[in-house]
């Protein structure tokens, strides 16, 4: 078998497992541990170095890269399911954490110093989910205001539970209104952006027309392999933003930092330096 008839199968290999696991689910079925071991499986497979090589020798291929996004939107869907149900078990007292949630939870904790978000700092992370690992520990490490905007209201609706039994809901509310919407766009000072939110251009040209010119960003995202469980960032952004890369080769997923141009400048620099220390 050729190497991008092989890679091409294990690519349908996953998706068609995730897929049967979610509709599994769906109808009642107890699969939700297996599920959970899938996905991370998944994340296991977007960091192994030769499955990062096989993808840079196979991804000019048309067929590999529309399985790779059928792969995607099960592995979405998969995850999405999997937040669900983690967060009911916490609100019932149950505590089962999948090593995607643990190693997301790290990498917050980590990206604190660089984000520098303080008491005074007004939060808005769009894509918070049902269960917001993030929002949380930004709440609980720095004290700021933070309001999660998702547009699955189930999601909302957990997610607000899990802020009150966490004893922060004082510090974070939640919403499905759009950015536009929003009077507290027009006083963020950092806007966070989950992998798995696809309309990311769109997001930025909102944020563009009501954000403050000081606001900071912090875009999630997966190019490459990593696109298989995250959405990508491959298109180019105005020059009216200014970005910063910042890839980690055993993180799921990769960040993009990004300030008004005539904001960047030693504040930039700063930030930068401020994640290598």
Not at 65 to 85: D, F, G, M, N, P
Not at 242 to 255: E, G
Request: glycine content about 4%; overall charge negative.
């Amino acid at each position: 078998m050729k190497n991008d008839d092989a890679f091409l199968f294990a690519l349908h290999k996953m998706e068609s497992q995730l897929k049967q696991l979610t509709f599994n689910l769906r109808e009642g079925h107890d699969c939700m541990q297996v599920l959970q071991n899938k996905l991370d499986e998944l994340c296991a497979f977007i960091n192994n170095e030769e499955h990062i090589r096989e993808w840079h020798l196979c991804s000019h291929d048309a067929e590999i890269r529309t399985q790779a996004q059928l792969l995607r939107a099960s592995s979405i869907e998969a995850l999405c399911h999997v937040e669900k149900y983690q967060s009911r078990r916490l609100h019932k007292g149950e505590s089962q954490i999948s090593d995607y949630i643990r190693n997301l939870s790290h990498s917050v904790i980590n990206e604190l110093d660089l984000l520098q978000i303080d008491r005074q700092s007004k939060v808005i992370f769009v894509g918070s989910g049902a269960l917001p690992t993030s929002s949380l520990i930004i709440a609980e490490q720095t004290g700021a205001e933070v309001l999660c905007v998702d547009i699955d209201s189930e999601a909302v609706e957990l997610g607000r539970h899990t802020a009150r039994m966490s004893g922060l809901e004082g510090n974070i509310t939640f919403t499905t209104t759009s950015l536009l919407e929003l009077a507290f766009t027009r006083k963020a000072t950092h806007v966070l952006i989950a992998s798995l939110v696809s309309n990311k251009l769109e997001l930025l040209e909102e944020l563009k027309q009501v954000a403050p010119k000081s606001v900071r960003i912090m875009m999630r995202y997966g190019n490459g392999l990593k696109s298989l469980f995250n959405c990508p960032m491959e298109d180019d952004i105005s020059e009216e933003w200014t970005q910063r890369k910042i890839s980690n080769p055993s993180q799921i997923y990769d960040i993009l930092l990004m300030e008004r141009a005539k904001q960047m400048g030693m504040s930039s620099g700063f930030w930068l330096s401020m994640y290598h220390k």
